[in-house]
């Protein structure tokens, strides 16, 4: 089974390890989409391709993409996931996404991968937050 992981991984931490590890164990191939500058509000620090090659050398990844600019649902296309697994920190409302991907004509299974608590600094944000503290 195929799965789709995605996420802005702009600085890799703890937390998005056990997003792909989780990700990973739902089956046996696992492709990472990564976000692209232009569909983020919050823009990263690392660029998209830099970021791309980082996870590509990651145990539980087997293949990175950049996502498409315009259409998010034209990576899902092309890739053909069995499964999307949803990061803990992402807020995708799961019944409107299942919606959009059946209208879209895919039938994936979406699963919601719990909370990782084992870190103090489980977020790029907080990372960069706390590196500018320290100047």
């Not at 998005?16 to 983020?40: F, I, M, P």
């Not at 919606?99 to 790029?124: M, P």
């Amino acid at each position: 089974m195929k799965v789709m992981a995605s996420g802005t991984f702009d600085i890799i931490h703890p937390g998005h390890l056990y997003y792909l590890r989780e990700s990973k164990r739902l089956g046996d191939e696992l492709v990472v989409v990564v976000a692209r500058e232009t569909n983020l509000t919050k823009k990263p620090v690392i660029p998209g391709n830099q970021r791309r090659k980082v996870l590509e050398g990651l145990k539980p990844v087997d293949k990175a993409v950049l996502g498409d600019e315009l259409d998010i649902f034209k990576t899902v296309e092309r890739e053909k996931p069995d499964i999307i697994s949803i990061g803990p920190d992402q807020n995708w409302e799961i019944p409107k996404l299942k919606k959009q991907l059946k209208k879209q004509g895919f039938n994936i299974k979406l699963v919601k991968i719990k909370n990782y608590v084992e870190c103090d600094l489980c977020s790029s944000r907080d990372i960069i937050s706390k590196i500018q503290d320290r100047e």
